[in-house]
């Protein structure tokens, strides 16, 4: 599908007014269409209803997650030299009517959008099109249509060593729009095209997406912003989260688009032909190349401590009476890890320092998400305890008169 509708999109971006060209630009160009379109010549006009109406050559929809859809529909009127009247009007059908475009798909020397008036007290909206010729002519009408949504679930499933996983997803769509559609063209991103029809209050399910066998790393995700640095001194050990990494690449199996966000099922199989629940989580959005962490629960298998074992002031700065003003601080920090399973695991620990820092004698190699923020990936074997220490140096910390007395103003 994606293969044939997309010289169309080039077309319809190619030739669109500047009005409609941002706006494609901002939902990804789709079609769609409904309501009553007609052309009569002429320079006077009366609202009319007309049995034959010209058929939709196209219909496009944009799916953006949310309660709106941007529709696009693909039509062809027989306008007459001069000036035509299109009148479009809807009934029953939750349609925005300041976000309704026309635009043509011809030369702008032949066709011309003079003008659009809505008519009092009406779900409509009345074009006035100047045409140099008689022709038949493809025009494009996009609107925004409330009442159309849809959700991805994913379902996973893991081999019994918990080192591969089966991934599908599928497409929940939901119309309660006031409008049906029929062989029209979804789009949920620009990977993922697909023809269906979808009635007014149907809900249907589509399996869009399956991939088997994709690699995975089994890890314990420790976070020194939410997990307690003392666990032997804590009031409860609530455990350390436990899930599956994936990765979206194409090394991995992926990488070919984006993967959208969606709640997560979870199961494993337990070597006897069956499958067993793990959890639920929630897949954020992945982008091509990016990562995910799959929770399937806690464990208290794996005994993370952090405590500080040296602090020491350096490079003092003084004022002329003696007292400190700024100074730096050379600390370290001492990670103690125990795995108490009979398995080797994977941890990845996550931890922030803030201020201005420079790592020193950092213990491990780890990678930085941010500049306060890094991650370390730690093997432990089975039944290992070790420990970690990072020392780094904090510099330019001011003492609290300097910082009260030297501020910067700000500007107005």
């Known amino acids: 599908?994606?293969?044939?509708?997309?010289?169309?999109?080039?077309?319809?971006?190619?030739?669109?007014?500047?009005?409609?060209?941002?706006?494609?630009a901002a939902w990804f160009l789709l079609p769609m269409g409904l309501g009553c379109i007609l052309a009569v010549p002429g320079a006077s006009f009366a609202r009319t209803q007309l049995a034959t109406l010209p058929m939709q050559d196209q219909v496009f929809i944009r799916l953006d997650g949310r309660n709106t859809a941007l529709v696009q529909e693909k039509r062809v009127l027989a306008l007459v030299a001069g000036i035509n009247k299109i009148d479009f009007s809807?009934?029953?059908?939750?349609?925005?009517?300041?976000?309704?475009?026309?635009?043509?798909?011809?030369?702008?020397d032949d066709i011309t959008v003079l003008s659009v008036t809505?008519?009092?007290?009406?779900?409509?909206?009345?074009?006035?099109?100047?045409?140099?010729?008689?022709?038949?002519q493809p025009v494009v009408i996009s609107y925004l249509l409330d009442g159309l949504d849809n959700l991805v679930t994913y379902t996973a499933l893991a081999d019994d060593q918990e080192n591969t996983l089966d991934l599908e997803a599928r497409l929940i769509l939901r119309n309660f729009s006031g409008e049906s559609f029929d062989n029209t063209a979804f789009w949920?991103?620009?990977?993922?095209?697909?023809?269906?029809?979808?009635?007014?209050?149907?809900?249907?399910?589509?399996?869009?997406?399956?991939?088997?066998?994709?690699?995975?790393?089994?890890?314990?995700?420790?976070?020194?912003?939410t997990m307690p640095h003392d666990p032997e001194n804590a009031s409860h050990a609530p455990g350390i989260p436990t899930g599956y990494k994936i990765k979206n690449t194409s090394d991995a199996g992926l990488g070919t688009c984006d993967l959208v966000s969606g709640k997560t099922r979870i199961f494993q199989e337990d070597g006897r032909d069956r499958t067993i629940f793990s959890g639920e989580d929630v897949m954020p959005f992945v982008p091509n190349g990016g990562t995910a962490f799959l929770e399937i629960g806690s464990s208290q298998d794996i005994l993370v401590s952090k405590r500080r074992i040296h602090r020491e002031q350096a490079m003092v700065r003084r004022n002329n009476k003696g007292a400190v003003q700024v100074f730096d601080?050379?600390?370290?920090?001492?990670?103690?890890?125990?795995?108490?399973?009979?398995?080797?695991?994977?941890?990845?620990?996550?931890?922030?320092i803030s201020g201005q820092w420079e790592p020193m004698d950092m213990g491990h190699p780890y990678t930085r998400t941010d500049h306060e923020t890094l991650v370390f990936d730690i093997h432990l074997d089975a039944k290992e305890k070790k420990s970690i220490d990072l020392?780094?140096?904090?510099?330019?910390?001011?003492?609290?008169?300097?910082?009260?007395?030297n501020k910067i103003a700000s500007g107005n």
């Open 188 to 225: 949920l991103n620009p990977d993922t095209v697909f023809n269906t029809r979808l009635q007014h209050r149907e809900t249907r399910q589509i399996l869009f997406f399956v991939q088997k066998g994709l690699p995975v790393n089994k890890i314990y995700d420790w976070d020194g912003r």
């Open 1 to 24: 599908m994606a293969a044939d509708t997309c010289p169309i999109f080039m077309r319809l971006l190619k030739h669109a007014k500047p009005g409609l060209k941002s706006l494609m």
């Open 329 to 352: 601080e050379i600390i370290t920090d001492r990670f103690i890890l125990e795995n108490t399973k009979a398995v080797p695991v994977m941890l990845t620990l996550t931890d922030t």
């Open 118 to 136: 809505r008519p009092p007290d009406a779900s409509a909206l009345v074009w006035e099109i100047y045409s140099s010729k008689d022709t038949d």
């Open 391 to 405: 020392t780094y140096k904090v510099v330019n910390t001011f003492t609290g008169n300097f910082a009260r007395y």
């Open 90 to 108: 809807w009934q029953n059908v939750h349609i925005d009517p300041d976000a309704v475009y026309l635009d043509t798909l011809a030369d702008p």
